[in-house]
């Protein structure tokens, strides 16, 4: 499959001017493009939006969102799958407003998360978990709290939840006595931990249908994945940015909440009085089977 700069190499003289003018800033500058939209590029290359609409049906894209994908693509490729540093416009922003940098970050890594998501297979997935006999919900190390969240409120709504936050040998018997039908749901993201890696490569062997939340196509899972979703990640320090992927994942289970409402709420109730019978919470009047 061709590369962003194959593709542009080959058409560029068919280009009309100002096209061409686009992929050449494109050629010099992708590196930095991976989370510009269309108004950003137009303002950094200083050609209409129009146009770089047109210069990707030129080169054969759908829109501008598959061709933003070939720049991602792209860039993975040639910087060695190295973490995307999302720049403050100087450290004094960075001290003065650090609040402001991060949300202005993680704002915009949920809308391009938004853009990217596809209907059809958004519903496949949520398909999935709610056909499959038993879920195997993963993420290791600094993905533990995504696979901790997933797990535990899927596991309110549906039977059979396991969740895989290690590679140990407990995890590994585990791994072993899956029912048949069991579905998994991946978490991994940069710099994608090892122990997630192994239990792929089991689930995989198993023949077991995977579901998968990372950053990129060329993500490590996404050759054993059988429904990928991407969620861009850039790093201002040694953090993950979170945010898109939370609420893609509380999306993907009130997806599945809502396939079946009243067995959803039925479950939910049942929970509930669970939590309320041993004292958990120390305002328990609320009824949380009825919020939706």
Do not use: W
Request: overall charge neutral.
């Amino acid at each position: 499959m061709k590369n962003l700069l194959e593709i542009i190499k080959e058409k560029a003289n068919n280009l009309p001017p100002k096209q061409f003018e686009l992929a050449k800033y494109i050629v010099n500058n992708y590196q930095s493009l991976a989370y510009a939209n269309v108004i950003e590029l137009s303002q950094l290359s200083s050609v209409s939006e129009a146009t770089i609409i047109r210069l990707a049906y030129s080169l054969g894209f759908k829109g501008f969102h598959d061709m933003q994908q070939k720049i991602r693509e792209l860039i993975g490729e040639t910087n060695g799958g190295g973490l995307v540093q999302y720049k403050p416009r100087s450290l004094k922003d960075l001290k003065d407003c650090s609040y402001c940098l991060i949300f202005e970050m993680e704002k915009r890594i949920l809308e391009e998360t938004f853009l990217s998501i596809e209907k059809d297979n958004f519903e496949s997935a949520v398909n999935m978990i709610c056909e499959a006999p038993a879920v195997v919900v993963v993420g290791t190390e600094f993905n533990e709290c995504l696979s901790s969240y997933a797990g535990y409120y899927l596991h309110v709504i549906k039977e059979k939840v396991t969740i895989i936050s290690d590679f140990g040998i407990n995890e590994k018997h585990i791994l072993q006595e899956l029912p048949p039908g069991t579905l998994g749901i991946v978490f991994s993201t940069p710099r994608y931990p090892r122990k997630t890696q192994k239990v792929v490569d089991i689930l995989y062997q198993k023949e077991i249908p995977i579901i998968g939340i990372t950053d990129s196509l060329l993500s490590p899972i996404a050759p054993f994945v059988n429904n990928l979703f991407t969620v861009p990640q850039q790093f201002v320090t040694f953090m993950d940015p979170y945010a898109a992927i939370m609420a893609f994942t509380h999306s993907l289970l009130l997806g599945v909440f809502m396939k079946n409402p009243e067995k959803s709420r039925k479950r939910v109730k049942q929970f509930d009085s669970f939590l309320k019978s041993e004292g958990i919470h120390l305002k328990d009047k609320i009824d949380i089977s009825n919020l939706v």
